[in-house]
């Protein structure tokens, strides 16, 4: 996908995946404890815990995972396992996403189909939304502080937070169109800023 940073090049005792194998499981692990969305979760295991990515490396990837086709966590674990075994460690982080939890998911789906009908269990699974609402905010917030170092400034970052907030959140203009034309301003200016 793309070479490893220079940090990660200037720390080579940095932590990392010891095999696929452990790529494997570290995803399985991330993945079931993401019932509506991992973002928080990885950024705290891959960040705060296992150490193998900086804020700032987590940031740059996800923005890319983000713009590619697919589940964002997906292309983030693809790339994470391309970087560090190639297309080995690509194939056991997609397989940790998928193998257990597609299990889980199969389960639940008959316990969910058997239950539905209940009040309780329908109030239940509402209430979790504000709890998935707090969860995406939390990281949102966690990620602000990377942006300070970013070559656009941090007054502009803010304002393209901004922006693309108002446009998906308020405006409802469909996400692909705003990737488009505020993603593709924001890349255009930070590759002028670069090249000075």
Not at 38 to 49: A, H, P
Not at 75 to 94: E, K, Q, S, T, Y
Not at 109 to 130: E, K, S
């Amino acid at each position: 996908m793309h070479p490893p940073s220079p940090e990660a090049i200037a720390a080579p005792d940095r932590p990392r995946p010891q095999s696929p194998r452990h790529l494997f499981l570290s995803f399985t692990w991330l993945a079931l404890q993401g019932f509506g969305g991992v973002l928080t979760i990885v950024q705290r295991e891959l960040v705060e815990k296992k150490k193998w990515l900086t804020p700032d490396e987590f940031l740059e990837d996800w923005a890319v995972a983000q713009v590619l086709p697919g589940p964002n966590v997906i292309n983030l674990a693809v790339m994470i396992g391309d970087r560090h075994f190639g297309l080995r460690g690509a194939a056991a982080a997609l397989a940790g996403m998928l193998t257990v939890p597609l299990f889980v998911i199969l389960a639940l789906a008959v316990l969910y189909a058997h239950f539905a009908g209940n009040p309780q269990v329908a109030g239940a699974l509402r209430g979790m939304g504000a709890v998935a609402g707090g969860l995406i905010a939390a990281t949102g917030i966690k990620l602000i502080a990377p942006l300070r170092r970013n070559p656009l400034g941090f007054g502009l970052c803010l304002a393209i937070v901004g922006i693309v907030f108002t446009a998906i959140a308020l405006a409802r203009i469909p996400l692909g169109w705003v990737l488009i034309f505020v993603g593709g301003i924001a890349c255009g200016e930070t590759w002028r800023r670069l090249g000075r």
